[in-house]
């Protein structure tokens, strides 16, 4: 395994919208277990695989305390939402900053296991949040997209700040 690189924002390849994985091969399941090592390290509980440049419909999971029950997605859907709750979010991309997004309560998504097998999964609270999160970086959006253009400016001044005081920050 290893570890890959995160992109932040406003990095413009964190607007790319993935491509649909055609057949679960031995390439998705070694990005599936690097992004996992990947979030582990960054101490997330979900990573998409255009946060790490790679421009497929995978995402993982973790929401475990253990950090032993990893879930990976490949060309997510969802396919029906219910109900809304408003959650703090934070995000491997945007390190730092953390705001409150209006999401669906509850969902029922449809995706590939690592077997190339479909499965379908019903999902609340945090991880129904994980998942609409983690598809938004599939098609191209970023959670600073729900907030307005004032304090979005905000964040990316936070965030330019915080880079230069790193010296071993990536732009």
């Known amino acids: 395994m290893a570890k890959l690189n995160i992109l932040e924002f406003p990095d413009p390849r964190l607007r790319r919208v993935a491509q649909p994985v055609d057949v679960v091969t ?5 990005l599936a277990a690097d992004m996992l090592e990947t979030m ?6 979900g990573l998409a695989a255009t946060q790490v440049n790679e421009g497929v419909r995978l995402l993982v999971l973790d929401l475990s ?20 709750q408003t959650c703090e979010e934070g995000c491997l991309s945007v390190p730092g900053i953390y705001a409150e997004v209006k ?7 449809r995706a590939l296991g690592l077997d190339g ?3 379908e999964q019903d999902a609340d609270g945090l991880l129904a949040v994980c998942i609409q999160h983690e598809i938004d970086h599939l098609d191209g959006k970023v959670f600073v997209d729900y907030l307005s253009p004032l304090k979005r400016r905000m964040v990316e001044k936070k965030l330019k700040k915080q880079r230069q005081r790193e010296p071993d920050a990536v732009a």
């Open 65 to 84: 305390e253990t950090r032993d029950q990893p879930r990976v997605f490949i060309n997510p859907e969802i396919i029906s939402r219910t109900g809304s």
């Open 40 to 45: 582990y390290s960054a101490r997330g509980i």
């Open 117 to 119: 097998e479909p499965f």
């Open 103 to 109: 999401r669906a309560e509850e969902i029922r998504v």
């Open 26 to 30: 031995d390439r998705e399941r070694k």
